[in-house]
């Protein structure tokens, strides 16, 4: 199939009225915007044309379920507009994602570690929308209302994991594919309350979106099963953020191989 064919394609599926098409042939890609709301959203072909090369129809019905559950949102927020916090959430992201919007509008962010940055998203259902500068003055909020505001939603998120043991090392997944997971890891007390299950060191992962991984690694196998598993999600998952892992002590994120090089400086400082 070729580009054009699939914008055709889409374009019946989408037969709606309220959008407006613009095929850019140059950069392989089609803008598709909706003419009530004044908003739209670019949609990148190769990596569809790819996808339905093995999944056929079945990657069509995917792109166009995510057109849907956009405008979906963008309506929703529309119509209702903001009512109150309940509905911010924290969001994890790698340092490498965009710090604006498409319109140019700063996200709201905090710093997080070296490898991952906390956006805010509002939650709209079956999708989010980060919530850049400009939304402040609808939500009719500060930034700190809405980094407080999705620390606390997150604590009442659950945390249910699933255990299993690899070389007498053991691993506690959290996947509630709710958008959410790896943002558990902003979760204090729930960090703190599976420290006091841990009798190694505790590691904690967040290689993609839809997944948070803590270790208790008791042995040095147990560190290379980690950094196998963690590429793996790294690789697999829809929105990657790192295959860097972390120790967690005191409190603390920090980076396994610093860790690594303290302790293979106290080591020779003993000698």
């Known amino acids: 199939m070729k580009s054009k064919e699939l914008v055709k394609k889409l374009q019946e599926r989408l037969s709606d009225t ?3 098409w613009q095929f850019d042939e140059k950069h392989n890609k089609v803008r598709l915007d909706h003419k009530e709301l004044g908003k739209g ?3 990148s072909l190769p990596g569809i044309l790819s996808k339905y090369e093995t999944k056929k129809e079945l990657a069509i019905d995917e792109v166009i ?3 849907q559950e956009t405008f979906s949102a963008m309506e929703k927020e529309y119509a209702e507009g903001f009512k109150n916090l309940d509905n911010i959430f924290p969001i994890i992201r790698s340092t490498s994602f965009p710090k604006k919007s498409k319109d140019g509008h700063a996200f709201v962010t905090t710093d997080h570690t070296a490898e991952t940055r906390i956006y805010y998203a509002l939650d709209l259902g079956n999708t989010y929308r980060l919530i850049d ?3 402040l003055d609808k939500l009719n909020v500060s930034a700190e209302q809405i980094t407080e505001a999705a620390r606390f939603q997150i604590r009442k998120l659950n945390t249910k994991v699933k255990k299993d043991v690899v070389a007498e090392n053991v691993f506690y997944f959290l ?3 709710d ?3 790896a943002s558990r890891i ?3 007390a729930f960090l703190k309350e599976m420290r006091g299950k841990i009798e190694g060191d505790m590691t904690v992962s967040v290689p993609h979106q839809d997944v948070l991984i803590i270790g208790d690694i008791r042995n040095e196998a147990g560190y290379d099963v980690l950094a196998q598993m963690t590429m793996h999600f790294f690789t697999v998952g829809t929105v990657p953020i790192t295959s860097l892992s972390f120790i967690y002590e005191d409190g603390d994120l920090e980076p396994i191989f610093i860790l690594a090089k303290n302790r293979v400086k106290k080591e020779q400082e003993k000698k």
């Open 133 to 135: 500068v400009d939304m």
């Open 186 to 188: 902003l979760n204090d």
């Open 41 to 43: 959203m670019d949609i």
């Open 18 to 20: 309220h959008f407006e």
């Open 65 to 67: 379920y995510t057109i």
């Open 175 to 177: 996947n509630e594919n």
């Open 179 to 181: 958008g959410y997971d």
